[in-house]
């Protein structure tokens, strides 16, 4: 696996055919597979997704905290190479990272499964075991990666036995380790790295990005054209080059501060970015 490379060594690709703005995208070979948005605790709005992508020439995964709409969202407008993709939280505190191969997948997971037991005052976990979400995304079509698996505190697979056994036991049920998260220190993210190697897991990697400038500085590569009609089977399929960060540093600050207004603000009123872009886009697929 390739690591850390300079933006400015990447290949120059035209992403968008013509100047038109609404023109589908062609085909992208960078993708940012971790992304959070105004639809939980980001500060990104879909258009403003759209712009940084559209200037970095990169695909994006918004993996909202147990919500799909604004991932849907980005896919339906097509001008962003994606697919639909959710961060979802156990009762345990562990962080899935899913990737639906179609949004009637992720629409009908996100119904069943995810909605009937979001918390009013918590963006990230649900009162359910991860056994429940695991054994509910067997029953669909989703790539299943375990989010920064050193990350701070309770998010370190190494805090306290209890939690080490339930993830060793889990990484025989996911597809994937994010091997590099924006938001990680290089040590968690070099200890994630090592995991993937012993387990032979796909290994991906995201921003984490809550900032808008963040997105698009932790990308993975693929080694062939990356588009949302492809993308779950190249991942599937280990199509994958390398993985490449950039800038990290300089947005963790501002994604931090971020992150600790958004959910303070969330426990305190039970009120967030999301109850308001919800109104937006309602899910009619089924
Ligand atoms: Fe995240």
Same mark, same amino acid.
């Given at each position: 696996?390739?690591?850390?490379?300079?933006?400015?060594?990447? %290949?120059?690709?035209? &992403?968008?055919?013509?100047?038109?703005q609404t023109a589908s995208p062609t085909e992208v070979?960078? !993708?940012?597979?971790? &992304?959070?948005?105004?639809?939980?605790?980001?500060?990104?709005?879909? %258009?403003? !997704?759209?712009? !940084?992508?559209? /200037?970095?020439?990169?695909?994006?995964?918004? &993996?909202?905290h147990n919500e799909i709409r604004g991932s849907i969202k980005l896919l339906d407008r097509m001008k962003v190479q994606t697919m639909p993709s959710m961060e979802v939280g156990s009762r345990e505190q562990i962080d899935l990272l899913m990737y639906f191969r179609?949004?009637? /997948?992720? /629409?009908?997971?996100?119904?069943?499964? !995810?909605? %009937?037991?979001?918390?009013?005052?918590?963006?990230?976990?649900?009162? &359910?075991?991860?056994?429940?979400?695991?054994e509910a995304a067997a029953e669909h079509e989703v790539l299943i990666s375990m989010a920064h698996p050193f990350g701070p505190f309770w998010k370190n697979i190494e805090y306290g036995k209890k939690r080490r056994q339930v993830l060793l036991r889990i990484l025989s049920q996911v597809d994937c380790i994010e091997v590099f998260n924006g938001a990680a220190s290089m040590k968690a993210n070099r200890k994630s790295q090592i995991l993937c190697q012993s387990t032979g897991l796909i290994p991906l990697a995201g921003s984490d990005s809550h900032t808008v400038k963040g997105i698009g500085s932790v990308l993975v590569g693929f080694d062939q054209p990356a588009t949302s009609a492809n993308m779950y089977d190249l991942i599937n399929n280990v199509k994958i080059s390398g993985i490449y960060a950039n800038g990290v540093k300089k947005h963790n600050f501002s994604n931090t501060i971020r992150i600790a207004i958004q959910h303070s603000k969330k426990i305190v009123t039970g009120k967030d970015h999301s109850t308001q872009a919800g109104r937006e886009i309602t899910l009619q697929r089924l």
């Open positions: 696996m390739k690591n850390i490379h300079n933006r400015k060594s990447w %290949p120059s690709r035209s &992403v968008f055919s013509g100047k038109d070979s960078f !993708v940012d597979t971790h &992304v959070h948005t105004r639809f939980s605790d980001g500060g990104a709005t879909i %258009p403003q !997704v759209e712009e !940084v992508c559209r /200037e970095l020439e990169i695909g994006c995964l918004i &993996v909202d179609s949004a009637d /997948e992720a /629409e009908i997971f996100f119904r069943r499964h !995810v909605e %009937p037991y979001r918390m009013k005052r918590l963006y990230s976990f649900l009162p &359910v075991s991860l056994d429940y979400l695991i």
